[in-house]
């Protein structure tokens, strides 16, 4: 029995040490490299046997003009979030296109469907609330990967349930069409993801390393609104 406890205590050992050391070697900013992975592997299973064929289905079975109306629905609901954040970051020609891009849209173009004032010139400004954070000098804190949403960070963890308070759809009074609009975005979402993941299935050996690479740079991207960081 005695002999029995040792070799449990000592294979318990070197399991708390292997993985110890598997923190002390996460490459830099991914100090959680192991747990991640983890929930990385989760994900690419998750998403393989379920998620990614409910997405061909909906691509397949829906007509192209349908997807590209639900697609501007979602992100005129996005451009909302976009205005409460240039207000926030005072960037005032930014509020003002994104202001005007859902009044437009969400009048002329019937509540969204129709994207209507990219052709009239107004860009999208794409802003969120972990943009805002790093805008004001917030650092990104580690990298995560959250179960089923995927690449994060600490700063956009928060970011995500700031968003989430002010975004249109998730504070719909009705609880059936709010999951149902909210389960459509997903799919949505997916479905606009297909280019990256063949692009990705082509260039990366660790497709964990890639995405983790590609995320953190674009948000810093975001972040800098495309410009190069001042110590570079």
Same mark, same amino acid.
């Given at each position: 029995m005695k002999i029995r406890l040792l070799c449990a205590a000592t294979a318990l050992t070197a399991s708390l040490l292997t993985g110890c050391a598997s923190f002390r070697n996460a490459a830099p900013g991914d100090p959680l490299e192991p747990v991640n992975r983890g929930v990385h592997s989760f994900n690419s299973t998750f998403d393989h046997y379920l998620f990614k064929p409910i997405a061909k289905g909906y691509d397949a079975a829906v007509p192209n003009p349908v997807k590209r109306g639900v697609s501007n629905v979602f992100q005129n609901a996005s451009d909302v979030q976009s205005v409460v954040n240039d207000a926030l970051q005072l960037k005032g020609q930014k509020f003002a296109d994104d202001f005007g891009r859902v #009044? #437009? /849209?969400? !009048?002329? @173009? #019937? =509540? @969204?469907?129709?994207?209507v004032a990219t052709?009239? +010139?107004?860009?999208? =400004? /794409?802003? $969120?609330? +972990?943009? !805002?954070?790093? &805008?004001? @000098? #917030? +650092?990104? +804190?580690? &990298?995560? %990967?959250?179960?089923?949403? @995927?690449?994060?960070?600490?700063? $956009?963890? %928060? =970011?995500?349930?700031?968003d989430g308070k002010i975004d249109p759809i998730s504070n719909l009074s009705s609880v059936p069409v709010r999951n149902s609009l909210m389960a459509l975005r997903v799919v949505d979402t997916r479905v606009s993801l297909f280019p990256a993941e063949a692009l990705m299935a082509q260039a990366a050996l660790d497709q964990y390393t890639f995405l983790r690479s590609a995320y953190l740079q674009r948000r810093q991207s975001l972040v800098l609104d495309g410009k190069r960081p001042k110590d570079e």
């Open positions: #009044i #437009i /849209n969400s !009048t002329v @173009g #019937i =509540g @969204g469907i129709f994207d052709p009239m +010139g107004i860009e999208r =400004g /794409n802003e $969120d609330f +972990g943009q !805002t954070l790093g &805008y004001w @000098g #917030i +650092g990104s +804190g580690p &990298y995560l %990967v959250l179960p089923f949403l @995927g690449p994060s960070s600490a700063r $956009d963890v %928060v =970011g995500r349930y700031a």
